[in-house]
């Protein structure tokens, strides 16, 4: 992926509602980190990263980008407000990248290991097609045609396709 650019893009911008705490999960801490720092913290360490985007509610926006400031690597990480929907979220994000390709995370899962990163990222190399170009992570990961569906666990696609 070298001659590509790669945007993470963690989505927090979720209402926890299964959480049942009345707030974003994702700004829980664990073992004196929060949720999201352990995803940020990954995807800063991997080398095949080029930058971070970081997608939340607007009324979150200063808690996002404390932990941002405080998890600050060597990649340039942006905050975007996310939308009513988690594909609203998403198409924000695309919307404001011009990356070759994305990997779009879900920040409630925190154990994402570079090892998938980079196995996801490698599977890009096999597609030929453009509908092809899409791998998916999590949950029955695979390729799949319902980009929204994949898009509640994660996703690795080429940025122009999920952006048409």
Sequence with gaps: M???KVTAIILVAGNSTRYGQNKNKNL???NNKTILEYSLNEFNKNKNISDIIITCKESELDSINEIVYKSRGLKPIKTVI??????????NSIN?????????HDGARPMIKQNY????????????????NIYFVGDGAGKAGNIVTAAATGLVAARDILSK
């Design 2 to 4: 070298k001659d590509k």
């Design 117 to 132: 990163i980079d196995s996801s990222l490698d599977e890009m190399n096999n597609f030929k097609l453009e509908n092809d």
């Design 96 to 104: 404001s990248t011009d990356s070759d390709i994305v990997i779009i």
């Design 28 to 30: 829980e801490l664990l």
């Design 82 to 91: 996310g939308g009513a929907t988690r594909q609203e979220s998403v198409f």
